[in-house]
């Protein structure tokens, strides 16, 4: 339907923070249900990813500044009247002053509020579009160490009822939203693709919330998850039954009931070839993968002959929550509760009534008709026979040892709680723990599929940190991956490897700036040229050569400065020699070469 228009962001690689698993796979796989299923036209739904081609000229590459420049482009001139729009974000979602930002693959903890995309800044821009109707869908990750107890979420949900957008985020404020290697998607993505390719036919946001709250817990249990449960705003309440779908005369797969077995085989349907995260494929004909054997038109039909590829896991425990989030009670449950009102409320009144006089008329013929049965039984004691088989029974119930299965069901459930601190050394000991189970015994496969799973954790821990310069964190990570799985543990140790070498470089050039940090004695421009003679033994490419330069810039203008102080006492001779010393390639330098022939000249006057 060409008046639907979809936005898909999802972003792995971050520069400055820890990677994602899933974001990008999340961010294709929903872009290519909406167009190879749900009738929108490819034209229409732009795609920004890590490895996203330009778009007439434009890179979709998820910078900050790349996601403002589509979402005007979109907002200003795109959107007409009548038209329907999807946001969709898999990423980092954080909270800074008490505004939510949703983080581009530039975005900078240390700077949230210049490097995030503030929440308030894209609703009001979807808000002030020409389309008649917005949804925005966030599947947000929190950032562990900067986000405890920031409540991430909770000004987007003030947000999208102030400005009447309905709004579904995949999980409470106090809550994590959760990877699954299994699934090769979020939770919260895999169960809203479920729920699409289900409910295909007049899908609404009712029935969308409703197989949204039921289906994402369930997958959280099914796969040793913490607790999830999606937050959907819709307000008014009105707007819930408005269809959010094409009508392409596509018939329901199914009814929203769907039984265990069946919806595991919609999750696989879902997220397609889940073994593989999807790529976009360039030919001739600018055509972009969706799924095996199928493809369509690339987004926005774009020039795709320069595809820039760029260079996984945060996840904690559900909180029980004891706060109060925009006056809705808090709780292990819900902490924040849609604005859409159950549509089935008169029938349950009716059923209700119905039941209750039904109950009355129960109650009535016990009476009548149970006096003679109580006459009969009343005063009965059990038969001693019975109650001493029982007791034997019992008794053989409770001395009965437990099973190979319960003794490693035991292992691996004392394993899954070792997790809930999030700490790469737990993860090391309920690997331990679930290596206990051998092979043939029961549950060994699940064991090893565990193990596998966390080691890859611990391994994406390591590399988060290193990424963030941290490598004797990235080192002590990874020294904790075990030897099986094989491969991962072979990845392991050729990180280690190259990890140490650049550890020992970033420590000798920690001793270099720290030595020329020595150096210096406030007013003594030569001991601020001594310290830059330090600081550039720094090459160029190793760690901290960044800081390095940042110094030099410093306190070459310094120098600089004093000489400028001593002009200005009138000691022209002094300041020339103190200018002098400002090194050359500095930014300094070139003001220093002209404050000095300036100071010449006046020196000759």
């Not at 990423?91 to 505004?99: A, F, L, M, T």
């Not at 001594?530 to 050569?545: E, F, N, S, V």
């Amino acid at each position: 339907m060409s008046n639907h228009w979809l936005m898909a962001i999802g972003i792995n690689q971050y520069q400055y923070l820890q990677p994602l698993g899933y974001a990008q796979a999340d961010a294709q796989a929903l872009w290519n249900f909406l167009v190879s299923k749900a009738g929108f036209m490819p034209d229409r739904c732009l795609l920004l990813t890590d490895t996203s081609p330009f778009v007439e000229g434009q890179s979709t590459y998820p910078t900050g500044e790349n996601i403002k420049l589509w979402m005007d482009w979109l907002c200003r001139e795109a959107l007409q009247p009548g038209d329907l729009v999807w946001l969709f974000f898999s990423g980092y979602g954080v909270k800074s002053d008490g505004q939510d930002y949703l983080m581009p693959i530039d975005g900078n903890s240390a700077d949230m509020a210049g490097t995030g995309i503030a929440m308030r800044s894209l609703y009001e821009s979807l808000k002030t579009s020409k389309a008649t109707m917005q949804l925005v869908l966030l599947d947000m990750n929190r950032e562990r160490e900067n986000q405890a107890g920031t409540q991430v979420g909770s000004q987007t949900v003030e947000l999208a009822r102030e400005l009447e957008i309905p709004t579904i985020l995949s999980c409470q404020p106090n809550q994590l939203s959760h990877e699954a290697s299994d699934l090769q998607h979020g939770l919260f993505t895999a169960a809203l693709l479920e729920g699409l390719r289900t409910e295909e036919a007049d899908m609404s946001l009712a029935t969308l919330k409703r197989y949204l709250s039921e289906r994402l817990p369930e997958l959280c249990e099914l796969h040793w998850r913490p607790r999830q449960e999606p937050v959907v705003v819709v307000h008014p309440p009105g707007k819930s039954h408005q269809v959010i779908l094409p009508d392409l005369g596509i018939p329901v797969t199914s009814g929203y009931h769907v039984g265990s077995a069946e919806r595991k085989t919609l999750a696989e349907v879902a997220v397609g070839s889940a073994t593989v995260t999807p790529t976009l494929v360039v030919t001739q004909q600018h055509t972009q993968t969706v799924g095996s054997g199928s493809s369509v038109q690339n987004p926005f039909d774009g020039n795709l002959d320069d595809i820039q590829p760029r260079s996984n896991w945060q996840e904690e425990p559900a909180v029980t929550p004891t706060e109060t989030t925009n006056g809705h009670s808090a709780s292990s449950t819900n902490i924040i509760h849609t604005e859409e009102e159950d549509d089935d409320g008169a029938f349950w009144q009716q059923m209700l009534l119905w039941g209750g006089g039904l109950l009355l008329l129960v109650l009535l013929l016990m009476s009548i008709f149970g006096r003679p049965w109580r006459q009969q039984t009343a005063g009965r004691q059990p038969s001693p026979a019975l109650s001493n088989a029982g007791s034997s029974k019992s008794g053989s119930l409770a001395a009965k040892p437990k099973t190979q299965e319960q003794l490693n069901k035991e292992r691996l459930d004392k394993a899954q709680i070792l997790l809930q601190n999030n700490q790469v050394s737990q993860y090391s000991q309920a690997i331990a723990l679930a290596g206990q189970i051998k092979s043939g015994q029961p549950l060994y496969d699940q064991a090893q599929d565990s193990i596998e799973r966390w080691s890859q954790i611990i391994l994406d821990t390591a590399q988060g940190r290193a990424n963030q310069g941290n490598f004797s964190g990235a080192l002590a990570a990874a020294n904790l991956v075990p030897k099986d799985p094989q491969p991962i543990y072979a990845q392991a140790q050729k990180s280690i490897k190259q990890w140490n070498a650049v550890a020992k470089k970033q420590q000798a050039n920690k001793t270099l700036l720290q030595t020329a940090k020595g150096l210096i004695k406030p007013e003594q421009a030569s001991s601020y040229n001594k310290a830059i003679d330090i600081a550039r033994k720094i090459p160029a490419g190793q760690p901290l050569y960044a800081e390095a330069q940042k110094s030099i810039a410093q306190w070459s203008q310094t120098i600089l400065q004093l000489a400028q102080k001593r002009a200005s006492e009138g000691n022209f001779i002094v300041a020339i020699d103190t200018a002098s010393l400002v090194p050359k390639n500095t930014p300094a330098y070139p003001k220093s070469r002209l404050a000095i022939a300036q100071w010449k000249r006046q020196q000759k006057k």
